[in-house]
């Protein structure tokens, strides 16, 4: 299996532009986590999917996030309008099911750099 | 509250072993994760415990008492190629995972 996709790589945009983050998880995988990491807060659980549905969404920051799965194969992380401290690598990471198939398979990340 | 608690930075030598601790208090307990991370790279998978003792992978072991809400991970013969953070995850009754900060290992030759 390729692993899971994320894109783009790297974004570097300015203050006030709109962000889409893409992810496409393992085939056959049920849930899909959406995650923020930086050097003061570490890693952070922002929203996850389960079956396509958001399931818990209480570490989105605030309004401007918001993200969507309108497909089993794909999910959309939407930072609208982004600020300099939205600057971190971003990882999409999905999983199978419950016990030791909650394995969580990440995603390389995007990072993220607001200016 | 949920918390997991493991040292911020750990130096150990190459070709030593060295043991990173993981304690967690956490509302239930379905498992527990530990997961590499190098610098400027995800998460990859390392180990998952569920019931107590200890699970073997090579170089790698992983050990967990569940009474004692604790946790370790073992690395034997140190490589360079170890150096990376060490990650400590918990899966809890509702099955989310709860992340520890991570510990930093320096290996030094």
């Known amino acids: 299996d390729a692993g899971v996709i994320q894109s783009p790589r790297h974004e570097v945009t300015e203050m006030g532009q709109e962000v889409t983050l893409r992810c496409k998880p393992i085939s056959g995988h049920n849930s899909l986590f959406w995650y923020r990491q930086t050097m003061m807060r570490g890693l952070e659980l922002l929203i996850y999917?389960?079956?396509?549905?958001?399931?818990?969404d209480s570490g989105m920051p605030e309004d401007r996030f918001s993200a969507k799965m309108p497909n089993a194969s794909f999910s959309t992380l939407k930072i609208q309008p982004s600020e300099p401290r939205d600057s971190a690598v971003y990882f999409c990471?999905?999983?199978?099911?419950?016990?030791?198939?909650?394995?969580?398979?990440f995603g390389p990340g995007t990072r993220l750099t607001v200016l | 509250g949920q918390n997991i608690d493991q040292p911020t930075e750990m130096t150990a030598t190459e070709g030593a072993i060295v043991q990173i601790n993981c304690t967690y208090q956490t509302s239930g307990f379905n498992g527990l994760f530990w997961y590499q991370q190098h610098a400027g790279e995800a998460p990859t998978f390392l180990s998952y415990n569920v019931l107590d003792g200890l699970e073997e992978k090579g170089r790698f072991s992983s050990f967990l008492s569940r009474s004692k809400g604790y946790s370790y991970l073992l690395l034997k013969e140190l490589q360079m190629k170890d150096s990376a953070s060490y990650l400590c995850?918990?899966?809890?009754?509702?099955?989310?995972?709860?992340w520890g900060a991570g510990t930093k290992l320096i290996i030094k030759p």
């Open positions: 995850a918990v899966l809890d009754s509702n099955y989310q995972l709860i």
């Open positions: 990471a999905s999983s199978l099911g419950t016990g030791d198939t909650d394995t969580q398979y």
């Open positions: 999917f389960n079956n396509n549905v958001p399931i818990d």
